[in-house]
């Protein structure tokens, strides 16, 4: 589901990129999805140096894009959408972001939304650092999803990885007192590297002691059922901002 990954270079000194990159090409169904809901669901955002940045002044305002006060939950690497739609449909009091880089993605959440008439999502077509390091005000998020985030397997691709202490910062920070960053992984390995990370990180506290069990809102989707499949374990962390 999640293709965030952060390049070779490290976090500090340079503008972050937390994905590879891929075609945005939109055929078939995809193409209708977003010339009917683009304008309705998908965040305008002025960029700053790529079609995926965000500019370091812009803020979200949450109250004037869903017309309300709820409390939002940010995805990360949404994917095509399964999961966020399902919960947001589950939850219609609740508000709801998807951040994902690849417009084809966004396209089928898109779809998503139309098909189950929500109105309490939103995506934005963006990197996940600049989303949550600058665009969204510090403290106003409920959750945080990185679910399935790619694993980068090869020891020396290691660094990719999204969930890195520099992350978990960066998600801190966006994340009200009290919210909860939710992480799932079908290869320990990372899987152990998330706990490390969290575990480690001052502004998290862990409720579990360890692994967490499976969050009763994240639904079976077909890239988890991939994992499942081909005999890998499902881990669960849940990590409380202090």
Known sequence: MNEQSVDDQPFQGRQIVSFVRRGSRLVGPRETYWQEHADDFVIDVPREHSSTSVHPDFRFDAVAEYGREAPLTIEIGSGLGEAIAARAEQQ??????????????????????????????????????????????????????TFFADPWPKKRHHKRRLVQPEFAAIVASALRPGGTWRLATDWQEYAEQMLEVTDAAAEFENPHGGYAPRFEGRIL?????????????????????R
């Open 92 to 145: 219609p009091e609740r508000d709801f972001m998807a951040v994902e880089v690849y417009v084809p993605g966004v396209a089928g959440l898109l779809g998503r939304i139309g098909k189950a008439g929500l109105s309490n999502v939103r995506a934005v077509n963006a990197d996940a650092i600049d989303v949550l390091g600058s665009m969204i005000p510090a403290g106003t998020v409920d959750e945080v999803w």
């Open 221 to 241: 989707t077909s890239f988890e059922r991939k994992g499942m499949d081909a005999g890998r374990e499902i881990f669960d962390i849940e990590a409380r901002r």
